[in-house]
């Protein structure tokens, strides 16, 4: 099959024929209809963080099931899924306690060194990224990361759902569990930031104060549901906040993955708020924060959130179907449909700083 693969760190993707495996126990294939393009894989294919190459990235995606697996009970060919990078074992303390984003087997989902790769290229074994490795036009997952959607759900909105969505929105939903009266601030204002937003503003928050140095992504956070903005450029963000919100906020989050920001995020809470720390920080980053002035006296909070808290099989059909009711924001999201021949200028794109995503709907 076509796909898009990486050789190393800095290099670029190119689009090659590559061998995918068929379906065992509980795998399913899925022809792939769109593959969003995130930052997380830019992260991988242009830092060193030791991730084994070659690879085939790719992680928001949507499609039809093309195969299933003999011991798979849950999908049949036809249905249209959305995959999702969230993995779970479905039998650890987490998944049993309603918490599959904590589960402590992740790996499970992935074949065992004994069962040949997934994926190969001339018979060399290609890393499949996050278990999913969606720049190709099929992909073989465990059905544990798998949902069905309805099929009045276009494809290209389908694959934003299994990352950038869940991410922002299960941020303010399920991790902050937001309620009606709460105020709230968002540092970053890209995709995930936006689905904060648009989060918090179904849950009730009463004033949500979008933070952005570029105007334009302030504008779209309006339409997300933002009650006022603060650009950065125009002068302290902490100040602004604390004077709009009477204070400081419920709940600040921070998704860029800044030292700076996410001290600023502790510092316009609230007596009693919390700070919600989305954006990937680099490893060696030591937050500035006093546990008598900040924590103790103030009665302050810091959660790091992975994956929006998201429990993928409840959560997915849940604003796939507020987005077919007008309730929730996808159209706005996807600013470009791309062939997977064009996936270096996508990434350029995203890499210049664009408002929204481009989504490989051509392969
Ligand atoms: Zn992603
Ligand atoms: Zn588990």
Not at 80 to 106: E, F, M, N
């Amino acid at each position: 099959m076509k796909a898009a693969v990486i050789d190393g760190v800095g290099q670029p993707f190119q689009v090659q024929d590559i061998d995918i495996a068929d379906p065992i126990g509980r795998e399913v294939l899925i022809d792939v209809r769109a593959s969003g393009l995130c930052h997380s894989d830019m992260h991988v294919a242009e830092t060193n963080v030791g991730f084994p190459m070659p690879a085939l990235l790719g992680h928001e995606v949507a499609g039809v099931v093309a195969a299933v697996g003999p011991d798979v009970t849950e999908f049949r060919v036809g249905d249209h899924v959305v995959s999702s990078p969230i993995h779970s074992c479905g039998h650890c303390r987490g998944c049993l306690t309603g918490r599959p984003y904590q589960c402590r087997h992740p790996q499970e989902t992935q074949r065992t060194p004994g069962q040949g790769p997934r994926l190969s290229r001339n018979g060399e074994a290609l890393t499949q990224f996050i278990g999913v490795g969606g720049f190709a036009e099929q992909v073989l997952v465990h059905e544990n990361t798998v949902v069905s959607v309805s099929k009045d759900l276009p494809f290209d909105r389908a694959a934003l759902l299994g990352c950038g969505v869940v991410t922002g929105a299960g941020a303010a939903i399920n991790t902050a569990r937001i309620r009606p009266g709460d105020t709230v601030a968002v540092i970053g204002c890209g995709g995930v930031g936006l689905n904060v937003i648009q989060g918090a503003a179904l849950a009730g928050a009463r004033r949500i104060i979008a933070i952005d140095l570029q105007p334009g992504k302030l504008e779209l956070a309006k339409v997300f549901g933002a009650t006022d903005t603060v650009n950065p450029a125009d002068g302290d963000s902490v100040q602004a906040v604390k004077d709009l919100s009477g204070g400081g906020v419920t709940c600040a989050f921070e998704v860029i993955g800044l030292k700076q920001t996410a001290m600023d995020a502790v510092a316009m809470l609230d007596i009693g708020g919390t700070a919600f720390l989305i954006g990937v920080q680099k490893p060696e980053t030591r937050l500035e924060v006093t546990p008598f002035g900040d924590l103790m006296s103030k009665q302050k909070g810091i959660r790091g959130v992975a994956m929006g808290s998201t429990n993928l099989k409840i959560d997915i059909p849940l604003y796939a179907e507020l987005y077919l009711q007008g309730r929730f924001k996808l159209d706005e999201l996807v600013s470009r449909h791309i062939s997977l021949d064009q996936i270096n200028e996508g990434y350029e794109l995203l890499r210049g700083g664009s408002v929204a995503r481009s989504v490989i709907t051509q392969f």
